[in-house]
């Protein structure tokens, strides 16, 4: 943590935000899911960014030292350890990266032309250092042969090339799709922004607007929030709690405002698992997203079986049976049909203003009825297709 932005010298380059994260808390959620024990970050002197690093390794059970030279790393790191080295500005998003370093001891490199290319440092006729590396401990015995102060970085890739630590290529591609990239100075990340967000935020569908404009949200604003400090689990939340006050709205005979308030809930939700990726993008905790959208749908499809349940005359018992109906067939459409038609039969915020316009129109049943009724005709039509 000691370069400087190219375009603006007073700012740290380590400190410089990506979609909410510094280059730094990437790095440090690299390490961390590579299950780093220790961190130990190069740095000049303490400050606050440096505290928020040392709370969050912590808090991950990962010992934190701060140095400010070579010899130091000497008695942090012993004969039988593994070392991870990582530059200065590397903004690590490439998932091929991280299995690469995981696999063990090894130097990572790009294809040279393309390499040099993207800023990275050649370091041989064929090869650029593509920014990490994994190296035994004990080769780290050889610092206290180099002057004090030399370059703790650029000393340890020296010292793993002549201790023949074997080279894994990563593909040109990620430096392409601008995956991984070696970032000197704010413009250029900036620039990358965007593209990162397209990345880990579904492009919306206009065949399923609800779920569109949850995503053309997220992929507008997730930077900010990120940024701000917040969770999926605050938008899952309140959609959540939109689709209770919805069933309330629904008990007390407000059927066409329970179901915009629902389909608003749904909305919210959805936006919320969409943000779920980009907040897991890098930081280790992609099982807990996986968990986040599954678990908000069935929550939701219950909160609506319910509303039109309330909006619905008769008994409860009959009264639920043709919603419930309906949200099976719709979950079931979605998991046999296309990509494309499955997501407007997921888009529940799409199906709640439909039901909210026979709602107002006092045709809630018939519409439910002929809505099922469709489904079961398409689910019939995607069996004779897959069988003839």
């Excluded at 990726?277 to 997203?289: D, E, I, T």
């Excluded at 719709?330 to 038609?341: F, Q």
Aim: aromatic share 6%; net charge negative.
């Amino acid at each position: 943590m000691t370069g400087r932005a190219g375009d603006d010298l007073g700012a740290p380059l380590a400190e410089l935000a990506f979609a909410g994260r510094s280059l730094a808390e990437r790095q440090l959620d690299l390490a961390l899911a590579l299950g780093c024990e220790r961190i130990v970050c190069l740095a000049e002197g303490l400050d606050k960014s440096l505290v928020a690093l040392q709370l969050k390794a912590e808090a991950a059970e990962a010992k934190f030292n701060l140095v400010a030279g070579p010899r130091a790393l000497l008695g942090l790191v012993s004969a039988n350890d593994e070392l991870v080295v990582l530059a200065d500005g590397l903004l690590p998003t490439a998932h091929e990266a991280e299995e690469a370093l995981a696999g063990g001891n090894c130097v990572l490199v790009l294809p040279v032309e393309a390499g040099i290319a993207a800023g990275f440092e050649r370091i041989d006729l064929n090869y650029a250092w593509a920014g990490a590396l994994s190296m035994p401990g004990r080769l780290v015995e050889r610092l206290a042969q180099l002057p004090p102060d030399c370059d703790p970085v650029s000393a340890l890739l020296r010292i793993a090339l002549q201790g023949r630590i074997p080279e894994r290529e990563l593909p040109e591609r990620l430096l392409t799709d601008r995956q991984w990239s070696l970032i000197a100075t704010e413009a250029q990340l900036a620039e990358l922004e965007p593209e990162w967000l397209r990345r880990h935020v579904a492009r919306p569908n206009p065949f399923a607007p609800g779920r569109g404009l949850a995503r053309f949200a997220i992929r507008n604003m997730g930077a900010r929030l990120l940024a701000t400090g917040w969770k999926p689990i605050y938008l899952v939340g309140a959609g959540l709690g939109l689709g209770v006050a919805a069933i309330v709205g629904a008990v007390f005979g407000y059927s066409v405002l329970a179901l915009l308030v629902y389909g608003l809930g749904w909305m919210i939700a959805e936006a919320g698992i969409a943000f779920a990726s980009l907040a897991a993008a890098g930081a280790g905790n992609a099982r807990m997203q996986d968990r986040t959208g599954p678990m908000a749908g069935v929550l939701l499809d219950f909160c609506l079986v319910v509303v039109l349940a309330a909006s619905l005359p008769g008994n409860w018992l009959d009264r639920g049976f043709t919603p419930l109906v309906l949200l099976g067939l719709a979950r079931l459409c979605g998991r046999s049909i296309g990509t494309k038609w499955s997501e407007f039969s997921e888009d529940r915020a799409a199906l709640a203003v439909l039901l909210a316009i026979a709602a107002s129109a006092a045709l809630l049943l018939p519409v439910i009825q002929l809505l099922a009724l469709g489904l079961i005709f398409t689910l019939l039509a995607m069996v004779r297709i897959k069988t003839g």
